[in-house]
Nanobody
Framework: QVQLVESGGGLVQAGGSLRLSCTTS???????MGWFRQAPGKEREFVAA????????YYVDSVKGRFTISRDNAKNTVYLQMNSLKPEDTAVYYC??????????????WGQGTQVTVSS
């Protein structure tokens, strides 16, 4: 079982930035990692993914150019840098781990989620 723990969510004004972090309890370098989000009343949607070595990334169109996913395998951590935030980015953000890097990512493990709220 892989435990994923997110941090870094919060309240920010539109145009601002946040960085989410997700740490894992297992051997990190064997999993593709990703971020998903779920807004109130909506289904969970894929946001970004990164492969094992960190040299391939994939984003949903709505965040391209604003969000950046990265990973530090030495620290067992994946990040989501979110810039130019918009109110429609408001959601609970979930970290995910997957055995296979594919686009969009299909998660095998989930974190508990962290709330991101963007005020207008």
């Amino acid at each position: 079982q892989v435990q994923l723990v997110e941090s870094g969510g919060g309240l920010v004004q539109a145009g601002g930035s946040l960085r989410l972090s997700c740490t894992t309890s297992r051997v990190f370098g064997t999993y593709a990692m990703g971020w998903f989000r779920q807004a109130p009343g909506k289904e969970r949607e894929f946001v970004a993914a990164i492969n094992l070595s960190g040299d391939r990334t994939y984003y949903v169109d709505s965040v391209k150019g604003r969000f950046t996913i990265s990973r530090d395998n030495a620290k067992n951590t994946v990040y989501l840098q979110m810039n130019s935030l918009k109110p429609e980015d408001t959601a609970v953000y979930y970290c995910a781990a997957a055995y296979v890097f594919q686009t969009p990512l299909v998660a095998d493990y989930w974190g508990q989620g962290t709330q991101v709220t963007v005020s207008s």
